[in-house]
């Protein structure tokens, strides 16, 4: 298990913000972070690989402290928004550089991402697309105990995010692999997520599973909510077995209230 | 006419070009990675020949080298070394003289790599060599290009820095440069103006070989 307790100060668009995000992952299954631009998701997986000092952290994988264990010896599969793939080398050699002694078949990998017959490309001369597929592949390849993906699907097409979305659930179930994943693609993260951290300004607004942390606003239909208390602007719910939190426009609701939230 | 000249001019651009590129290689690693507040200092004293008049260099070096001085003597009596008025003298100086040259496109070439290339690199494990190796330095070929090319014409057209501490010995210190000025200051106009031509189409066809292929060199970069 992966948990992690994180604290940073950040500067965004609307000025200095804090960021503070507790969480815990399971082997084989995926955790979204979902939010806004801007919101600090991709600050937390850089958190987390050690690649942004935090302000502070307790960050263990497995009961290990990963404090003290440097970046390269985590074992962690992570794809960039920029793809970060090796310009001077071509998809094989991307895949080869990344091999571990634990690393996944390459062939099947290449077959199921559709790229045997790029294999021989070099980055540059790949669409956008093909390069994150490649991306992914190259994370998947080295055989990660830990998965940190930003926007892994951002660039593909509707079958293909479909495709290898259900590729990349799957492999995480089989391998075991504890999965992060960035995302501000709502359909993304209801397909693929096991549970959710809705994170906006770098605050935790919800937890949960997608179903009840997507939840955004009171509407005549939707899934029933029972309200815990009312905080401000916002309303503290239940839905199901997860407690988040609702902002509210024109019901503020009453402590024991049953209400319906809309999904968005 | 006597090739002595050229012949120096071209193997003190080539010696200097190479102890340059093992030397800047890491100096512009360190430099473009490093968050040391010695990083300004340094960066100042790599760019100094790029403003200070070249006979000023040569002049402290002369000053430095000469066994009658203490570094000089204490080089001489040794390591055997005597810098002044010998090649491995010019060597030096034209490696002082040419640093900013070789070390200022690696290092622009160092900073300019995306941070997640690195990341990713560290990310699987490999260690800053294996990085260096097959990441850094194959996406940097267009400046690795820039930094020899300039190394090399730069250590070429020295005067003032080869002639302060080298002197103008036939066949140890006496480069091209310095022989056309000889040569016209003899009035010797037909022999600085075959010096010049040669050294004018020598140093044309490396440069036109070189910036020819450099679309083969950036097309992995």
């Known amino acids: 298990?992966?948990?992690?307790?994180?604290?940073?100060?950040?500067?965004?668009?609307?000025?200095?913000?804090?960021?503070?995000?507790?969480?815990?992952?399971?082997?084989?299954?995926?955790?979204?972070?979902?939010?806004?631009?801007?919101?600090?998701?991709?600050?937390?997986?850089?958190?987390?690989?050690?690649?942004?000092?935090?302000?502070?952290?307790?960050?263990?994988?497995?009961?290990?402290?990963?404090?003290?264990?440097?970046?390269?010896?985590?074992?962690?599969?992570?794809?960039?928004?920029?793809y970060a793939l090796f310009p001077n080398m071509t998809v094989r050699e991307n895949l080869d550089f990344a091999s571990r002694p634990r690393a996944l078949d390459q062939d099947q990998l290449l077959a199921a991402f559709e790229l045997t017959a790029l294999v021989n490309h070099l980055p540059a001369q790949l669409s956008g697309g093909q390069q994150q597929r490649v991306a992914l592949a190259r994370a998947l390849v080295q055989g990660p105990d830990v998965l940190l993906l930003d926007e892994p699907l951002s660039a593909l097409e509707h079958r293909l995010r479909v495709k290898l979305g259900n590729y990349l659930k799957q492999a995480v179930r089989e391998y075991g692999i504890t999965t992060i994943l960035v995302s501000h693609d709502l359909g993304e993260v209801v397909r693929l997520a096991d549970q959710v951290i809705r994170l906006e300004a770098g605050q935790v607004m919800a937890t949960g599973t997608p179903e009840a942390v997507l939840l955004t606003d009171v509407t005549e239909t939707g899934l029933p909510a029972e309200v815990l208390r009312v905080e401000g602007e916002q309303i503290v719910v239940r839905v199901g077995q997860s407690v988040l939190r609702v902002p509210t426009k024109e019901h503020a609701g009453q402590p024991g209230e049953r209400i319906r939230l809309r999904l968005g | 006419m006597n090739w002595s000249p050229l012949f120096l001019s071209f193997k003190l651009a080539l010696v200097t070009t190479l102890v340059l590129l093992v030397l800047g290689l890491p100096l512009a690693w360190w430099l473009a990675r490093t968050r040391s507040r010695l990083k300004p200092i340094i960066e100042s004293l790599v760019s100094l020949p790029l403003v200070l008049p070249p006979t000023v260099l040569g002049f402290?070096?002369?000053?430095?080298?000469?066994?009658?001085?203490?570094?000089?003597?204490?080089?001489?009596?040794?390591?055997?070394?005597r810098l002044v008025f010998s090649f491995p003298g010019l060597v030096f100086a034209s490696v002082i003289y040419s640093l900013p040259f070789m070390v200022q496109p690696l290092q622009a070439g160092l900073a300019s790599l995306p941070s997640s290339l690195l990341d990713s690199a560290r990310l699987m494990g490999k260690s800053t060599w294996q990085t260096l190796r097959r990441v850094?330095?194959?996406?940097?070929?267009?400046?690795?290009?820039?930094?020899?090319?300039?190394?090399?014409?730069?250590?070429?057209?020295?005067?003032?820095?080869?002639?302060?501490?080298?002197?103008?010995?036939?066949?140890?210190?006496?480069?091209?440069?310095?022989?056309?000025?000889?040569?016209?200051?003899?009035?010797?106009?037909?022999?600085?103006?075959?010096?010049?031509?040669?050294?004018?189409?020598?140093?044309?066809?490396?440069?036109?070989?070189?910036y020819g292929s450099r679309r083969w060199l950036g097309g992995r970069g």
């Open chain 2, 60 to 81: 402290y070096f002369l000053l430095a080298f000469s066994p009658n001085n203490t570094f000089g003597s204490w080089l001489d009596a040794w390591l055997g070394l």
């Open chain 1, 1 to 82: 298990m992966l948990k992690a307790k994180l604290q940073k100060s950040l500067s965004g668009p609307t000025g200095i913000f804090s960021l503070s995000v507790e969480l815990s992952a399971h082997p084989g299954e995926i955790l979204a972070l979902y939010g806004p631009s801007g919101a600090g998701k991709t600050s937390v997986l850089r958190m987390m690989a050690g690649l942004l000092p935090p302000d502070e952290i307790d960050l263990y994988f497995r009961g290990q402290n990963w404090r003290y264990i440097p970046p390269s010896q985590r074992n962690i599969g992570f794809v960039f928004q920029d």
């Open chain 2, 136 to 210: 850094e330095i194959p996406n940097i070929r267009p400046a690795l290009l820039t930094g020899i090319v300039l190394s090399f014409a730069h250590t070429l057209g020295e005067f003032g820095v080869v002639l302060m501490i080298g002197g103008n010995i036939p066949g140890e210190t006496r480069v091209a440069a310095i022989a056309i000025y000889d040569e016209v200051e003899a009035l010797n106009y037909g022999a600085a103006n075959a010096y010049s031509l040669v050294l004018l189409g020598l140093t044309f066809i490396i440069l036109l070989a070189v």
